[in-house]
Nanobody, 118 residues
Framework: VQLQASGGGLVQAGDSLRLSCAASGRTSSIHDIGWFRRAPGKEREFLASITRTASITSYADSVKGRFTISKSNDKNTVHLQMNSLKPEDTAVYYC????????????WGQGTLVTVSS
């Protein structure tokens, strides 16, 4: 499975941005796809995940209410809608997948940079 993240860019505080994660290959093997970010000097942080079939979502407390994860009808693209962006949301955003819920996330894409100016 290959994942390609896109949609990053430079925005101002308070703006919205929508990221996309396109999956290819053996997508039927995907249990769920998650979004993560790594800010400069910080550890990678889990943001949200969604299961491929049942669309069960999970969010980190830090983004709950501001970020929304969803998937396309063909189940192979996952979006992260980010609203009310803050400068502290500046980071490289990555998507990854799990084959089953109890395994680590893998197949990391190259990431997409989000920069929020104040």
């Amino acid at each position: 499975v290959q994942l390609q993240a896109s949609g990053g860019g430079l925005v101002q505080a308070g703006d919205s941005l929508r990221l996309s994660c396109a999956a290819s290959g053996r997508t039927s093997s995907i249990h769920d796809i998650g979004w993560f970010r790594r800010a400069p000097g910080k550890e990678r942080e889990f943001l949200a995940s969604i299961t491929r079939t049942a669309s069960i979502t999970s969010y980190a407390d830090s983004v709950k209410g501001r970020f929304t994860i969803s998937k396309s009808n063909d189940k192979n693209t996952v979006h992260l809608q980010m609203n009310s962006l803050k400068p502290e949301d500046t980071a490289v955003y990555y998507c990854a997948r799990r084959a089953v819920r109890t395994t680590p996330f893998g197949s990391w894409g190259q990431g997409t940079l989000v920069t929020v100016s104040s």
